[in-house]
């Protein structure tokens, strides 16, 4: 099957724009650069902190394609390609095999409230066109309001072979438990909740999709590679910090809060796009006195 092992601390990353909202091409290049040096195990694209749900169809394509153009083969890069539209959805996954990606990553369909057959059907639909290609499941219930089970997992597994791991961005950790415990024991288990990469990995999941990765790279690889060489006290101090930087993020207005402290890392994140709205000055100023304080600018 196409595609690598997946495994460590993936970069959810932001979708650089200018100051019209328009996607940045260029700076994606100078983005993906960043965090390969610093250690990245992986890039995320197009997915939550990517404002992947509020990009055009052929802008998610050309990020896609620049990402894995300038990773070339450095880190795996696993694109996000989920959509309320089937048709969007199986387009998007089978560009972004034709591209070279390592896999795709899809959230049910949203708005509507969708069964259990109907998120079975959804996901069957797309493994069969893409058969040779991994496939990760999305699981945010928070944002999508439909849930993933380990039961809609493991029916998945049982028919499609490329359905080979899960990301798992809820915030309870018994999820991320269930799942470990009801799927084969290959399944490739990530966890999209910074604060708890730290647990994850320790339980035996493969790693972490993080959005403080995408700026503070460091200290989240540093949870995972410190937990590989048995330093558990450095790993735990290190997911303490990640924790603290999250909090600071979730504080201010979602997405817009990563492209501004990207700013004082070299990095033209610009703004986010409308509806989501860009940040007052008085609270960019906040926030990176908060980073100093806490000595990451």
């Known amino acids: 099957m196409k595609g690598k092992t997946i495994s460590g601390i993936l970069a959810a990353t932001v979708t650089p724009m200018d100051e019209t909202g328009e996607v940045n091409y260029e700076e994606i290049a100078r983005l993906t650069d960043f965090l390969i040096d610093k250690g990245i195990h992986g890039i995320f694209p197009c997915g939550s902190t990517g404002e992947g749900i509020l990009l055009a169809k052929n802008e998610r394509k050309k990020v896609a394609e620049l990402v894995v153009e300038e990773t070339a083969g450095r880190v795996p890069v696993i694109v996000h390609t989920g959509s309320i539209g089937l048709n969007e959805a199986i387009e998007l996954t089978i560009h972004a095999y034709n591209i070279g990606a390592d896999g795709a990553a899809l959230v049910p369909p949203y708005y509507y409230s969708f069964d259990e057959d109907a998120?079975?059907?959804?996901?069957?639909?797309?493994?069969?066109?893409?058969?040779?290609?991994?496939?990760?499941?999305?699981?945010?219930?928070?944002n999508v309001k439909n849930v993933i089970t380990p039961n809609i997992m493991f029916?998945?597994?049982?028919?499609?072979?490329?359905i080979v791991g899960i990301k798992d961005s809820s915030i309870d950790f018994m999820n991320f438990i269930n799942?470990?415990?009801?799927?084969?024991?290959?399944?490739?288990?990530?966890?999209?909740?910074?604060?708890?990469?730290f647990s994850s990995v320790l339980m035996g999941g493969a790693g972490a999709v993080a959005a403080t990765a995408s700026v503070f790279p460091e200290p989240v690889v540093e949870i995972y590679q410190s937990i590989k060489k048995g330093?558990?006290?450095?790993?735990?101090?290190?997911?303490?910090?990640?924790?603290?930087?999250?909090?600071v993020f979730r504080s201010y207005p979602p997405v817009a809060s990563y492209k501004k402290a990207l700013e004082y890392r070299g990095i033209k994140g610009g703004v986010p796009r409308l509806?989501?709205?860009?940040?007052?000055?008085?609270?960019?100023?906040?926030?990176?006195?908060?980073?100093?304080?806490?000595g990451l600018l």
């Open 119 to 142: 998120i079975l059907n959804y996901y069957r639909a797309i493994a069969r066109r893409v058969s040779e290609f991994p496939l990760y499941i999305y699981n945010i219930p928070s």
């Open 155 to 162: 029916k998945l597994q049982e028919e499609f072979t490329n």
């Open 179 to 197: 799942f470990k415990e009801a799927l084969r024991t290959d399944t490739c288990v990530l966890i999209g909740n910074d604060a708890l990469v």
């Open 231 to 247: 330093d558990i006290e450095r790993a735990l101090e290190a997911q303490r910090i990640v924790t603290k930087i999250r909090a």
């Open 275 to 294: 509806p989501l709205r860009r940040m007052t000055k008085e609270e960019s100023e906040k926030m990176i006195e908060e980073f100093q304080m806490l």
